[in-house]
């Protein structure tokens, strides 16, 4: 019989169309002015990235679903060809929902399959690395005063993706795949190297940004070349009357189950980048590591919880210990990030707020007002506006994170110039010795 695999987002069907309109909308950028340009990737900024936010939560929703459903189902008293049933309700609507062991005897006419959620949050993630990232890598990639030409920081930078993959398949092709345990053990360590590695050249954000983009291409990546393959064999085992091997279903699930314990994690590494606290410290890579386990904690008490839906939480079902773990790490977290005034800062002869305010105005104010004279700035910048003495004041901390831990402020364009060390030091003096205002 002819199925029909019913994909959502069939649009993406006809990629000469995409080709087309990308092309044309390169074609008009070029013959913008120069402001209009700037103002022109902002809005391409915001465009992907609610693109990229859409489709990922497609994904990752669809994922928890599924997840929730094989943990939860009802494997008693059901038909013998069925490894399970559940009842849910939601929107309004009852729904009874059958999982097959294999595949049901005939067919359905329509199949519906959820695969171009995932393809397409990495396409649009991967867009925004390119707008955010790469299209100028001295902004924000790179560590500050790194000598690296742009070329190299985008190679490594591309590379680092490639890699993560090569690297977690040549793990997962070995008996390792089958100790759970021990994967997640070995796989932490490759990610705290990674992270410490980039860290030596990229930025605290660039760092996190390309930790949490490596570990999404393994993701996405499973679904392309495991997932939806098997589930074509599956497919067409069925039609031919055949069941599949099932040390080859066996293999599938250990590696589907990466990408479920995957998702905290790298949904932290995404919005990361507001907090600069997690990534302006010394050791980067180590916060990295104990958020990871937190997520990776939290995920696995949802799966026990899930699977264990008729346990009260009194009868010690939900392992609630995991959630103890998580909340330790997190204030582990809360401790190793917390603000150390250098003892350098406070030795520092003492700062009068004008010498402030006058280096605020000389390379920050262009952008970060309520009417920025910066071409290319309609509004102020992550709605940070340093006019007065009074928002100067208030926003000192972040002043010092952005301008003196991870010195990605201010932003390099032309006719911008770059803080001096001196004037990194007074700015950090002044927030030790108590950002005091006029
Ligand atoms: C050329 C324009 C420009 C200049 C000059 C500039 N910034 Fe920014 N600033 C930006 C942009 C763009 C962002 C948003 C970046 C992003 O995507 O996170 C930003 C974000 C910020 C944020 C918010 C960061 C966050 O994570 O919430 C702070 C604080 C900040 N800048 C402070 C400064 C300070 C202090 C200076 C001067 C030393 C400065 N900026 C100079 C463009 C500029």
Not at 103 to 117: I, S, T
Not at 262 to 286: D, E, K, N, R
Not at 340 to 369: D, G, K, L, N, Y
Request: charged share 10%.
């Amino acid at each position: 019989m002819n199925i029909l695999h019913h994909d959502r987002l069939r649009i993406v069907k006809w990629p000469w169309v995409l080709a087309l309109l990308a092309l044309l909308g390169l074609g008009v950028y070029l013959t913008l002015a120069n402001g209009w340009q700037a103002h022109a990737r902002e809005w391409l900024n915001l465009v992907v990235r609610w693109l990229h936010i859409i489709y990922g939560i497609a994904w990752i929703g669809a994922s928890f679903y599924f997840i929730f459903l094989e943990n939860a189902l009802e494997r008693q008293g059901v038909r013998a060809e069925l490894s399970g049933n559940i009842w849910t309700i939601h929107g309004g609507g009852i729904y009874y929902l059958e999982k097959y062991k294999t595949a049901p005897v005939q067919l359905p006419k329509y199949l519906h399959w959820f695969k171009w959620d995932a393809y397409l949050t990495w396409v649009t993630g991967f867009l925004l690395l390119i707008i955010v990232y790469y299209a100028d890598p001295r902004a924000i990639l790179l560590a500050p005063g790194s000598t690296l030409p742009d070329w190299a920081a985008i190679a490594l930078a591309v590379g680092s993706l490639l890699l993560a993959w090569l690297v977690y398949l040549g793990l997962s092709s070995t008996k390792l795949l089958y100790r759970p345990a021990l994967f997640l053990l070995v796989g932490g360590v490759l990610v705290a190297g990674a992270a410490y590695l980039l860290g030596q050249v990229f930025s605290g954000r660039g760092t996190f940004m390309h930790i949490g983009a490596m570990l999404g291409t393994i993701m996405a990546a499973n679904v392309f070349f495991v997932i939806i393959p098997s589930q074509k064999k599956l497919v067409r085992a069925a039609q031919n009357g055949e069941t599949l091997d099932p040390q080859f279903v066996n293999w599938v699930q250990f590696r589907s189950r990466h990408n479920n314990y995957l998702t905290l994690p790298v949904l932290f590494t995404m919005i990361a980048h507001h907090f600069p606290m997690t990534y302006s410290g010394g050791a980067q890579w180590l916060i990295l590591i104990v958020l990871f386990v937190a997520g990776v904690a939290v995920r696995h008490f949802i799966n026990v919880t899930e699977k264990e839906h008729h346990k009260t939480l009194v009868e010690g079902g939900a392992m609630p210990y995991l959630l103890v773990l998580a909340a330790a790490l997190l204030l582990g977290a809360f401790y190793l990030t917390a603000p150390r005034p250098s003892a350098e800062a406070q030795a520092h002869p003492p700062v009068a707020f004008a010498e402030v305010q006058a280096i605020i105005q000389a390379h920050c104010q262009m952008c970060h007002a309520a009417r920025p004279t910066q071409p290319g700035f309609a509004s102020a910048p992550g709605g940070v506006m340093l006019d007065t003495p009074a928002q100067i004041v208030s926003y000192a901390q972040k002043i010092k994170q952005v301008s003196v831990d991870t010195q990605y402020m201010p932003l390099v364009v032309p006719g911008v110039s770059p803080l001096t060390a001196e004037q990194r030091a007074k700015l950090a003096a002044w927030v030790a010795q108590g950002a005091k205002g006029p």
